[in-house]
């Protein structure tokens, strides 16, 4: 592996106080079909996941249950490990907050940072968000209602603080020598207006208000708060510990990108990075704020009654439906919309009628025409050059694409490819040319065309809907199944198929409908 270019993708860790809505999931899909893209394209890829697992909120939940809360946290971290493997998160290293080296290594960073007079014992009065588990300044503050309409309770508590200003003149001349370390653009912009134009208030890092947390060494009745806590998973995950090296730290840091939603941009561009300055390490190279998964055009609300769980829409959809649905969908830089009925039209339109359809039609053509035996065929019909000349254009395409996390994009390529397929069929009419002459050499021509590129598809596909891929590969019997192989039209030789299979099925729109809403 050590000769292969190391490529460090994280997600935010998600809150074992629930179980994650296919919005949160949907960060994990994303990272995955990065993460799998990455090592198809030769990197030695390190895919973090996990579970953020203290605070109040855990707490109050577990009281709630009767449960302590490490069990109530191995729950739902276990139920969260669950729901990704239902939809094929491919990750390296799935880390717990209350994992015993994530701990140790949180507490020494706390400890360093105080000995260098970067936190410091003082006393916190303000207003307090319990669901944001957070103090919110005055600014913020609206009809006494916290930023998302929560009521405020005031509080007064010795707290750690850090000192948040001391690096603010640094981070804001990071952020501008390196213009795509807060993306998209738009990110970077609201973070620079809202927050780093005007001097960063110190922040409060610990709690005596709650127990359910790492203890500071020294004064145990403070718990290291959520910022200091989860934000270090993302180096504690590779070993980090501030008084030893660690040889997965020393390849992979500083992570490649951190993908992360936008709503909590501030604590991983702001918060960490400032941190990571103070324990003198590198920053990571690109911090990326994606955007929302909206219900019906709404935010998703346990109260609204809107959210899609994983497990309810597994019993209406596969899973490659579901995860091709959220990485095509959902565009770069605005939030996208999710509702059953559309992800019935693109479950027709795109997977069914184009990808399905081509797989179907070419093998069932192979059957009928040539007793499904196919051999390598070279390109003499204009519309042959032009269909193989987009099937080996593609990877690159793809390829900065996929560099620009564009990934909707990418995987459009693909969809594009088969459409032009498609196009192919009825522009060379082989039913036509077998009518006229079953023995034509020209149908070996179309037949072949239309296998290799169901395979350069099933190869393309590996990161987004990968048991669909791999369905395509088996169908065209082909073992040639890397980005290397996609080098040349060449891929298919001599092989015997047998009976085409359904990849996709086409819905009834309002029967499908009925079945799910009744």
Do not use: C
Request: glycine share 4%; aromatic share 12%.
């Amino acid at each position: 592996m050590q000769n292969k270019k190391p490529y460090y993708i994280s997600t935010a860790i998600a809150y074992a106080s629930a179980i994650p809505h296919i919005g949160n999931v949907y960060e994990a899909i994303l990272a995955d079909a990065i993460a799998r893209f990455k090592r198809l394209d030769g990197y030695d890829v390190y895919f973090q996941t996990g579970t953020d697992e203290h605070g109040l909120k855990i707490e109050t939940k577990a009281n709630e249950k009767n449960l302590d809360p490490q069990t109530y946290v191995d729950q739902i971290s276990n139920e969260i490990k669950r729901i990704y493997g239902l939809v094929d998160i491919s990750y390296d290293k799935f880390i717990r907050t209350t994992d015993a080296h994530h701990k140790h290594s949180v507490q020494r960073i706390f400890d360093k940072l105080l000995a260098q007079d970067d936190i410091y014992l003082g006393t916190y009065q303000g207003w307090y968000s319990v669901s944001e588990e957070s103090y919110i300044q005055e600014k913020d503050i609206v009809d006494g209602k916290g930023p998302q309409g929560d009521t405020l309770v005031w509080t007064e508590e010795e707290v750690y603080f850090f000192r948040m200003s001391k690096y603010q003149e640094k981070l804001l001349q990071h952020i501008q020598e390196n213009p795509t370390f807060i993306s998209p653009e738009s990110r970077k912009n609201e973070m620079i207006q809202n927050f780093l134009s005007e001097l960063l208030p110190d922040l409060s890092i610990s709690r005596t208000s709650f127990k359910w947390g790492i203890p500071v060494q020294n004064n145990t009745n403070h718990v290291i708060y959520v910022w200091m806590d989860a934000l270090s998973n993302y180096i504690t995950g590779l070993g980090f510990h501030p008084d030893t090296s660690s040889n997965e730290m020393d390849r992979f840091w500083p992570a490649d990108v951190h993908l992360i939603g936008k709503d909590i941009l501030r604590f991983h561009t702001i918060y960490w990075p400032i941190f990571l300055m103070a324990l003198d390490l590198p920053l990571p190279k690109q911090v990326f704020g994606h955007p929302w998964i909206l219900v019906n055009k709404g935010k998703m609300s346990k109260s609204v009654g809107n959210v899609m769980y994983v497990d309810d829409l597994l019993t209406h959809f596969k899973k490659d439906v579901i995860r091709y649905y959220v990485l095509h969908e959902i565009p770069y830089a605005q939030d996208g919309n999710m509702t059953y009925e559309l992800i019935i039209e693109r479950n027709n339109s795109d997977l069914a009628n184009t990808i399905g359809n081509l797989v179907n039609r070419s093998i069932g053509m192979a059957m009928k025409y040539r007793e499904g035996h196919i051999t390598y065929q070279s390109s003499t019909l204009e519309s042959s050059k032009a269909l193989k000349n987009s099937a080996l254009g593609a990877l690159d395409k793809m390829r900065t694409l996929m560099d620009d996390l564009k990934v909707a994009d990418a995987l459009e390529v693909v969809v594009e490819l088969a459409r032009q397929a498609n196009k192919y069929i009825d522009l060379t009419e082989p039913f036509k040319v077998f009518k006229e002459d079953a023995q034509s050499k020209m149908i070996d021509e179309i037949l072949y065309h239309l296998i290799e590129v169901s395979r350069f598809i099933g190869v393309l596909l590996t990161p987004f809907i990968p048991e669909t891929s791999a369905r395509i590969l088996a169908l065209v019997q082909s073992t040639k199944d890397t980005f290397d192989s996609l080098q040349s039209f060449d891929g298919t030789h001599s092989i015997q198929l047998s009976k085409p299979e359904v990849l996709f099925e086409r819905f009834d729109f309002d029967k499908k409908l009925e079945e799910i809403i009744g």
